[in-house]
T-cell receptor, first 113, second 112 residues
Framework: EDQVTQSPEALRLQEGESSSLNCSYT??????LFWYRQDPGKGPEFLFTLYSAGEEKEKERLKATLTKKESFLHITAPKPEDSATYLC??????????????FGKGTLLTVNP | SAVISQKPSRDICQRGTSLTIQCQVD?????MFWYRQQPGQSLTLIAT?????????ESGFVIDKFPISRPNLTFSTLTVSNMSPEDSSIYLCSAVASYGYTFGSGTRLTVV
């Protein structure tokens, strides 16, 4: 059973058309939830870390929110340069490795001009 | 924040051979991580590498196949040994930064 599920798998938007990406997770205890952006041929680029339900963070056109079961990445008035794969990862509180990240498969966002 | 230089960026290798991937961090970091990213799949943690101790491998990954070195606090290597076409993937290293985790740019490996 997947611990981190991202939806949709792919999303096409017109420039200026706002939308949201979803990341649902099932862990016994959440240490942190991370959002990354990944461009083709590059490594993931850090966007946000969220630690507790109700927390929100913003950066330019992006806003991340967190509940006890899911996180949303809201994209307001996107531009073509926002096209990328957006990855969600969770860090679980555990008796073993507290540093392990478990990733979802990502959402491929395409913003057309 | 830590910046990671990873090389090679890509390689095409013959089956049965080995490839060593290097990651250099511009600051000292306690923990480094190696991930595999297969097409259509999520990033999967291969192992955690601490300086001065043996790497800790995740379920499904073994040291004989993916030996890791961590000689100091700024450098680590991952070797993909006795490669088969199933090893074709993107391999990424990562380190804990002040804000979370930073990643190298990845190595795209194709085994023919």
């Amino acid at each position: 059973e997947d611990q981190v599920t991202q939806s949709p798998e792919a999303l096409r938007l017109q420039e200026g058309e706002s939308s949201s990406l979803n990341c649902s997770y099932t862990v016994s205890g959440l240490r942190g939830l991370f959002w990354y952006r990944q461009d083709p041929g590059k490594g993931p680029e850090f966007l946000f870390t969220l630690y507790s339900a109700g927390e929100e963070k913003e950066k330019e056109r992006l806003k991340a929110t967190l509940t006890k079961k899911e996180s949303f990445l809201h994209i307001t008035a996107p531009k073509p340069e926002d096209s990328a794969t957006y990855l969600c990862a969770v860090q679980e509180v555990s008796g073993g490795s507290n540093y392990k990240l478990t990733f979802g498969k990502g959402t491929l966002l395409t913003v057309n001009p | 924040s830590a910046v990671i230089s990873q090389k090679p960026s890509r390689d095409i290798c013959q089956r049965g051979t080995s490839l060593t991937i290097q990651c250099q961090v511009d600051s000292q970091v306690t923990m480094m991580f190696w991930y595999r990213q297969q097409p259509g799949q999520s990033l999967t943690l291969i192992a955690t590498a601490n300086q001065g101790s043996e790497a800790t491998y995740e379920s499904g990954f073994v040291i004989d196949k993916f030996p890791i070195s961590r000689p100091n606090l700024t450098f680590s290597t991952l070797t993909v040994s006795n490669m088969s076409p199933e090893d074709s993937s993107i391999y990424l290293c990562s380190a804990v930064a002040s804000y979370g985790y930073t990643f190298g740019s990845g190595t795209r490996l194709t085994v023919v």
